[in-house]
């Protein structure tokens, strides 16, 4: 007999022919058709599907771009906008995965082994729902992809069908439940986490599957901020992870973690693996910082981070190395080093990141507890300029720059009106010779500036060549790319919005916002309006303001000479001291710079009628020092010299202590019974309430409240003209309350209806303006007719709830407006939705926009039916009410009615 070896290439290829040809079915369960699909599916689908995803995987981890300053997240899809950026990859893995699933699963039971049957392990192995071993991976890699494109709700069900379909195999179901449990923790549903984590069997762990359970657990301990409870898990998954890029992680991470637990040399010891194991400059950079900084010997420490400094590598980071030499003169008391550091830090920061805004609120929260307030100010402005708006410390340095922003501006406006009017009575030759020196120092500034631009364009040119002979790197995700417009740049925005202030201040977003608080310069050629300029003597005409900082005639003009200027630039002043004393007190919380500037306010304007004001404000200071004395000398004072003042009215009466303690007790719950009795109609309730509250109670914090409350009681019980005098005192009287904007938008509505009433009114004759407008608008019409848009039922825009009551006059409508506004006022603190009055298809309606989706509109809708102010109101026998789109609604008036939409929704 003669035996034929074929070669192994050629075996091979034959049995894969023969496998093919015999088990390309999946309707069919036997060995080969197993090994076939097993094969097919291991070989061709998934590993094209896995090539995808670990590109996926890679282009996160090379284009993650951390923040030092804070714990660092364990994962990098941990900053979502991650996922978004390889969405592409994992959507090939997700589509090679589904193919895989669809046209290599197997379900088909095998021929049955009745002697088998006894057997655990047979019997688990027939009764499974899948036959095909690589079709679990499929599974398992298909939630993985789906987990790194952020699709975190898509990764749970996908996990969750695992476990149910492949319930036999329990290291399969273990491991999805893991990553379940890590899908929620993302979502920051840590309830459900914890809950998925707790029910893992923990038997059904291999070596692999411990690690990343341990690494889970982890993760889920730190975002609900249990940090010392996390080493032990974390370390766990350190020893068991492959990966050398999430070994860095976990290493620098627990470094991180020590250093929180004042374990210094174990933190050093995590640091230097970190920094060993870093797969980039900036990472082992950024270890070696840190393992330095938790060297306990300060001196030491400094030494070594000055010869950091010198290391022509670590330019870029000369920030972050002299912030640490700052934060090590910090811990040993020597409070101006620590201050140099951190001024030199930011100086030589290059990147303008969250490097720079970290150091800059070291300083301003060092500047702001020396009572430094100009210098903090300004290192808080760097801070929301640099800053992601959602670093942890972004609001309170934000809230930081806007007070004390404010209080800089006021504090300028002192200064500058004082030197003004002080230049007022010098000579001319003693005006130019402080003119001259003040050119001369804008000369010097400009050419410090030009040397600067000069500088930068010749490092941008630098930095040009050197990426010229490079790959250019994408934008880091996590960090903002540049954007064109303005309006698109946060970044761009935040500067501006800080110049401005600088400039003009805090100011309300409001008409005529110049002439509310004016300040700066005080003639420039946009200040000058024709209603508040003073004619010269001679003539009555305004010769032309020179604009250039290096002409006299620039500052010559703002210079006051007339007696109104100068009585202008005093009120400028008075209420600069004012509103910096108000900072001071209600703020900052700076007591004795509060009442040094209300005496001094009190000093230089004893005529103001705040003066009664500054008065109780200093009586309040004195209470709360328990000086006694100081309070009855300033009771006093309000009660001879402010006589009729509601302080005196409360000063004088002898239980003034007991009634004040009274109405921190009784406030809340009488204007919880006034509001009660408002929504019951019972308004002579409302009104006494609100006059006790007046006379006995007047300096309450929650009088505009009332005062809005009753306002609206005039609104049902008596006039519109009465209605709009009580809300124009109201705004008048409590400016800046929380009731004050939304009085000025009923008023905004009041006025509004007049208009609609003034046009409506109107007579249509041929040749009148509304015949001419109502023709047009005909035309117009029977143009679009042919091309009328469909309403788009959209679920997820913006949308309105309209009403539309049958009885459909101006005090109908008026009246459910103001109930309206009162409720939203009453019910959502937060939730800000807007009122507008409209004409729909000839009917008054009351459109409530700013609801995020349809969902939200309904659950509106319900919340109102709900409400007893509003029964049998707006039910559809007395009232229509629809939600709708906001597109769609643009539609209603342009080629379809109101009708048509209710039967649109009918239909639908």
Partial sequence: MITVKLPLGRYLVSTAVLLCLLGCSTKKNTWSTRTYHSLTTRYNVHFNANNSYKSGIDALNNNHKDDYSRLLPLFPISNHDGGKAISSQMDVTVEKCRKAIKLHSIKKKPQRKSKRMRDSDYKN???????????????????????HKADFIGAVGTFSYIMRHFSTERTVVAEARIRMAKSYAEMGW??????????????????????????????????????????????????????????????????????????????????????????????????????????????KAIKALQKMAKNSNNKNYLDQIYTAIGNQYLAIGQ??????????????????????????????????????YTEASSCYDTVVTYMPNTHIDYPRASRMADILGELVFQINTIQLQDSLLHLSTLSREAQMKVIDKIIADVVMQREKAAADSVAAAAMAVAQANALANTTVAPVPIGMSGSADWYFYNSRLMTAGKSEFAKKWGRRNLE?????????????????????????????????????????????????????????????????????????YLALLHDDPRAEATYRDFQRRYPADERKVETYYYIYQIAGRAGDTEAQNVMREKIITEFPDSKYATILSQPDYLERLAEMNLMQDSLYRITYQAYSEARFDTVEAICQRM??????????????????????????????????????????????????????????????????SSEEETPGSLVARRNLAAEQEVVEMQSAVKPFSGQIQEGHVLVLIPKENTRERINELLYDVAAFNFSKFMIKDFDLELRILDGYRALVISKLESREEALWYEQTLLAEPLFQGRITYDVCERFNIAETDLLLIGNGHTIEDYINYLKVK
């Fill in 125 to 147: 192995y027939y009764n499974q729902e899948e036959f095909n071993p690589q079709v679990k991976r499929a599974w398992l890699l298909l939630g993985e992809a789906e987990f």
């Fill in 511 to 583: 008409d005529n916002w110049r002439r509310q608080n004016k300040a700066g310069s005080f003639l420039s050629s946009e200040d000058i309006d024709s209603d508040e300029a003073v004619p010269d003597t001679d003539t009555d005409t305004v010769a032309p303001v020179s604009t250039d900082e290096l002409d006299p005639a620039y500052y010559l003009a703002q210079i006051p000479t007339t007696e109104a200027q100068k009585r202008d630039a005093h009120l400028q002043i008075a209420d600069a001291l004012y509103q910096s004393g108000g900072i």
């Fill in 190 to 299: 840590l309830y459900e986490a914890e809950d998925a984590l707790g029910k893992i069997d923990e038997s059904a762990l291999t070596a692999q599957l411990n690690g990343l359970f341990a690494a889970a657990k982890a993760d889920l301990l730190l975002k609900e901020e249990h940090y010392k409870e996390a080493i032990p898990f974390l370390l766990v998954a350190c020893e068991k992870e492959k990966s050398r890029y999430q070994k860095t992680r976990f290493e620098f991470v627990l470094g991180q973690l020590y250093e929180k637990d004042m374990q210094n040399r174990q933190a050093t010891a995590h640091f230097l693996k970190a920094k060993s194991l870093a797969p980039n400059y900036e990472m082992r950079f950024n270890a070696e910082l840190r393992a330095m900084q938790s060297d306990v010997n300060s001196a």
């Fill in 694 to 759: 007046l006379t006995t109670y007047p300096l309450s914090e929650l009088m505009p409240k009332f005062a809005f409350l009753n306002a609206l009681k005039i609104g049902k019980t008596e006039s519109h003209e009465a209605l709009r005098t009580a809300l124009t005192d109201l705004v008048t009287k409590y400016p800046d309350s929380d009731v004050a904007s939304i009085s000025k938008d009923i008023l905004a509505l009041i006025a509004q209806g007049k208009e609609t009433a003034a046009v």
């Fill in 335 to 372: 409070e101006e080093q620590a201050i140099e550091s951190f001024k030199t830090a930011i100086t030589l920061s290059t990147r303008n990141g969250i490097e720079k805004a970290v150091v800059a609120l070291l300083l301003g929260d060092i500047y702001y507890n020396k009572q430094s």
